[in-house]
């Protein structure tokens, strides 16, 4: 299908994003960014936006199926957090204590924020 002078396709693509240790409602923005220049957000494109609750699946599915053999709020605790966290946290890079905030940091040069006001705590 042309478009003026465009032609527009379909194109499938992978990503890779850093989830926060808990659960939490989140909104997934997806923008493009034209290395050295500016994100397309910024440049007047929208990036996509897309509210979402993140949970790991395995603990979201299971705890369901679990919840019907009445076991103990402790047991269950066991079961879906202090035992996965001792898993992952034999890699030694899993750290749950929450530093400082300074939303004014970048990474990599790119920031968590969209227009918003950085928050800095602590």
């Not at 923005?29 to 440049?43: C, H, K, M, P, S």
Request: proline share 5%; net charge positive.
């Amino acid at each position: 299908m042309s478009i003026g002078a465009f032609q527009r396709t379909l194109h499938r693509c992978s990503a890779t994003a850093s989830l926060p240790a808990a659960a939490c409602a989140c909104i997934l923005t997806i923008d493009l960014v034209r290395e050295g220049v500016a994100w397309f957000g910024q440049l007047g494109s929208t990036p996509f936006r897309q509210p979402t609750f993140v949970a790991p699946i395995t603990v979201s599915y299971k705890l369901s199926d679990v919840s019907k053999l009445q076991l103990s709020d402790a047991t269950l605790a066991k079961i879906f957090w202090h035992n996965p966290v001792a898993f992952f946290a034999q890699s030694g890079r899993l750290d749950l204590a929450r530093g400082a905030v300074d939303q004014r940091r970048l990474w990599e040069g790119n920031s968590v924020l969209r227009g918003q006001t950085p928050v800095v705590d602590g």
